[in-house]
Structure formats: structure tokens, C-alpha cells
């Protein structure tokens, strides 16, 4: 089964840092693209970026409303994923999920970042 | 980017109704489209991929259809576990771009 734990969530203040990750399982972690996603209180889904797989050299693609500020990556040893958001805003306030693949299959329950002074 | 233009982006009806949601991309995307049912504080489940393939375990009342620029989610009878927010979401380029939401409600 697959499985996606989201940890790291919390309480920052504007223009702090926080780092967010993903424990993955039930499947070869190494071979998937994956996502981040979020979703601010009460708004819709937002893409966030992605990383994708060794064979595709690891790169990344973000959103323009976090890139320059927010870096992901990933370790293939750990089964894990990784978002680095610098510069935090209240606007990056949100439940960010990870998710699974080039097409989105699988999710994880979300950990929710708190911007606010 | 790609704009994802979901309607409606609320609706009322009641269990058994046929209730359909339609989402519209800004240019043509082929068939790079997923539909996502969400509940209040849960994450998204994927309900369709490629525009019309029915996820494992998803009832089969769900469908969808659609190619290039026109999507729509049909729902045939509506259950009482139905009453959720839909979103449509386009994987065809970046950056990935959902609709705004659907929120189907009891009536």
C-alpha cells in the first residue's frame, strides 16, 4: 500500500524558514516524479513544484509563486522528499501535501504551515 | 500557464440525481487530465485519470470525458458519500494547474 506521511509543519513567522518532508512507502520511491501541493484555509489546490527521478537527473520545476524561495529534493536512500521555503510569507500559509507521480495517483494527508506574526 | 476554467463552482441536488462538472483549459491539453474528489479535512483521491480512466476501486457511477480542451466528470446517481469538492487538474504542462473547485452539496 502506498503511503505518504508529511511532517514538519508548524507555526513561522513572515520571512522565516521552515522544512517540509515526505516519508514514503509501498512502492520504488526512486522511480517516481513527485509533487508538492497546497492548499491555503478554505481556497483550493495549488501546485507547488515537483522533483523529478535519477533518470531524469533530479531536476525540479516550481511555481512562480515560490521559486527563488522554496528549493525541493529528495533522497532515493531514505525513501523521503524534501521542500526547503525560505522567505516565508502569509500567503504560504497552507496545508501542503505530497503527492506521488507524473499524474498525481496518490496523496498524503498534509502538514499544515502557519505564516503569521 | 494553462487556466483551468471549472463550472459550476457549486451545486445542490439530491442522492440519485445525474450531476455533471465541466472543466475548460485554456489551450488543448489532449486527454492530460485528472479528476479529484475532496472531503473536509481529507486529502484529494483520484477518481479519474487520462480524462476518462476510472481509478481502481472508484465506483463506477463516476466517468469522465473529454479531449483537448472540453472535460467534463459525471456523476450518474449520486450517493450520499458523493457530497464532497471536485477538482479537475491538467498535467500537460507546467506549471500543473487545478479548476477552482466544485462543490456538490446536499439539496
Known amino acids: 500500500e502506498v503511503q505518504l506521511v508529511e511532517s514538519g509543519g508548524g507555526l513561522v513567522q513572515p520571512g522565516g524558514s521552515l522544512r517540509l518532508s515526505c516519508a514514503a512507502s509501498?512502492?520504488?520511491?526512486?522511480?517516481?516524479?513527485m509533487d508538492w501541493v497546497r492548499q491555503a484555509p478554505g481556497k483550493g489546490l495549488e501546485w507547488v513544484g515537483r522533483?523529478?527521478?535519477?533518470?531524469?537527473?533530479?531536476?525540479?520545476e516550481y511555481a512562480a509563486s515560490v521559486k527563488g524561495r522554496f528549493t525541493i529534493s529528495r533522497d532515493d536512500s531514505k525513501n523521503s522528499l524534501h521542500v526547503q521555503m525560505n522567505s516565508l510569507k502569509t500567503e504560504d500559509t497552507a496545508v501542503y501535501y505530497c503527492v506521488r507521480g507524473y499524474q498525481f495517483d496518490s496523496w498524503g494527508q498534509g502538514t499544515l504551515v502557519t505564516v503569521s506574526s | 500557464d494553462i487556466q483551468m476554467t471549472q463550472s459550476p463552482s457549486s451545486l445542490s441536488a439530491s442522492v440519485g440525481d445525474r450531476v455533471t462538472i465541466s472543466c475548460r483549459a485554456s489551450q488543448g491539453i489532449r486527454n492530460d487530465l485528472g479528476w479529484y474528489q475532496q472531503k473536509p479535512g481529507k486529502a484529494p483521491k483520484r477518481l479519474i485519470y487520462g480524462a476518462s480512466s476510472l481509478e481502481s476501486g472508484v465506483p463506477s457511477r463516476f466517468s469522465g470525458s473529454g479531449s483537448g480542451t472540453e472535460f467534463t466528470l459525471t456523476i450518474s446517481s449520486l450517493q450520499p458519500e458523493d457530497f464532497a469538492t471536485y477538482y479537475c487538474l491538467q498535467h500537460n504542462s507546467y506549471p500543473r494547474t487545478f479548476g477552482q473547485g466544485t462543490k456538490v452539496e446536499i439539496k
Open positions: 522533483s523529478r527521478d535519477k533518470a531524469n537527473g533530479y531536476t525540479t
Open positions: 509501498g512502492f520504488s520511491f526512486s522511480d517516481y516524479y
